[in-house]
């Protein structure tokens, strides 16, 4: 699976750098501190699918322009700012292996530095002149905002359901990925059908994305995944692998599942136990399958197009949505 | 001068009515509790100064579109949004006399329903499908929170001086006044002049503003203000009174100044003989002076358009910035 990630990034080894420097000469900033601040989180080795889904959708659609790199900046600094905000949210303290922003320069200057990236995306998004453009960066923010606060309020909420974990990871996570693609579309000015398609590709990636992201937890280990493993299940946030298992336990397993889930701190023996949990009531390999179902879905709306090497491209970032481990 | 404020107020109510709907009907978050968090900040008596702004600069520039209430309140909800945000920011406790939202939802909640206010500012200057408007609101989100960065590095600095303390209060606070009224001119497509006109005009009244409200913290008593008297000072925040006494001040008085300054916690002796100096030194009487002087310079920016009633009321509310007590 490595493999498909080599040649995957090495063939977008042009467009990556592109992407690279436009993220240093639009972050424009005032002050060094937003620099400083900005770039700890944008080049912490982040691998920028999101703006590499929106120049290869562009691509796909036949866009012609020279403003498509700078437009992507607008997906990897809206993912940045999230950032900055969520890991105070959560109360994080590891990203991608170092600290995260707001234990090295404070909360205050993590929020306002997540403000700013936010305003750079709607002066970049503002500079298209095109009004569709600039709605669907509304609504991405809008979306993403509210899905955030919805996995807040849901946290330690053992009732959560699929269908309302599936609402909040498509708001937090796959409208971003979606937007990025129909932006891509949009700027080349492609039909309805092939925005909406892009689109439909970008939020099936979206969701298995999360889903992946959410197995990790359970599956990876600290060093790989670059923050510490069972944060979720410390947090009290409930993703598909526990909503899974906690539905098909018998009585005594949920009632110990549960137990760890409201502890008020979890021993390392505990955490082994409840991953026990999720194998023996197939709440990882469940949400493996329905993530591989999103992935073949995302590949199948991607028919409407000719094959192409840029086809074959947005077909393989479907598969490493899965194939990732970090 | 609460005549002033009474007539004032008075003679736009139709107008103040109409923001009040909007900003109900225009908020329309998927989740209650993003209600309930930004209807706790939105609607805790704040005067709609902002929209009003751009409401009567519109007409005065012959505005005759339906769109200007909506439009009108992304000025409210941007003011709402850096609120939410500063207030974390700031660690404060109190707002016009009730518990601030993280105090009472959490920081995380107040973080992300600043951002969500921040998203549906950008959808509702999307639907005016007009790239200046956008490109307005963007960068006035961006000087904002740069403005509010520049202020937290500033924090305890005692060698602020007065250009950096302006660059400071222009940026957090006169651009958003001043893009309100440039709004309103850009919405009614008024010649260049005139949009310029207006933007001078609200850049000194948001200037004559702040200066104002940062004078509040050292002559009003905590029942008028909502908030505690002596904020600034404890939070270490220098604004144009104590930076210009400071340096006005002869060395043993510099020297105390400059300890209650650094102290850990000031008591009220120390804040009552802080606000002495200020007195002594003329801090207090130079920082009136110079914001009635950014008042008479916004009310000569006016004498580019005609005398009517709606200019009439622009010059009023550019006399009210300095006679508010709270």
Known sequence: MNDLKYRLFASVSNDLQAVESALHENLNPFLDIVSKVAEHILFSGGKRLRPLLMILCARLCGYSGRYDKTLSTVFEYLHAATLLHDDIVDGADLRRGKPVAHAIWGSAAAVLVGDFLLARCLTIAAETENPDVVRVIAEITENMSQGEIHQLVKKRDLNLSESEYLEVIRRKTAVLIQGACRIGALIANAPAHRCQALADYGLSIGI?????????????????????????????KLTLPVIFALKQADVPDRAEMKRILQA????????????????KYKGISYTKELANRHVQNAKSFLSVFE?????????????????RKE
Chains 1, 2 share one sequence.
């Open 208 to 236: 298995a994305f999360q889903m992946a992201d959410d197995l990790l937890d359970y599956v990876a280990d600290s060093k790989d995944l670059g923050k510490n493993v069972g944060a979720d299940l410390r947090e009290g």
């Open 307 to 323: 094959p192409s090497e840029t086809r074959q491209l947005l077909m393989e970032i479907a598969d490493y949505a899965l194939a």
């Open 264 to 279: 008020d701190s979890i021993s390392d023996k505990d955490f082994e136990s409840f991953k026990d949990f999720l194998h």
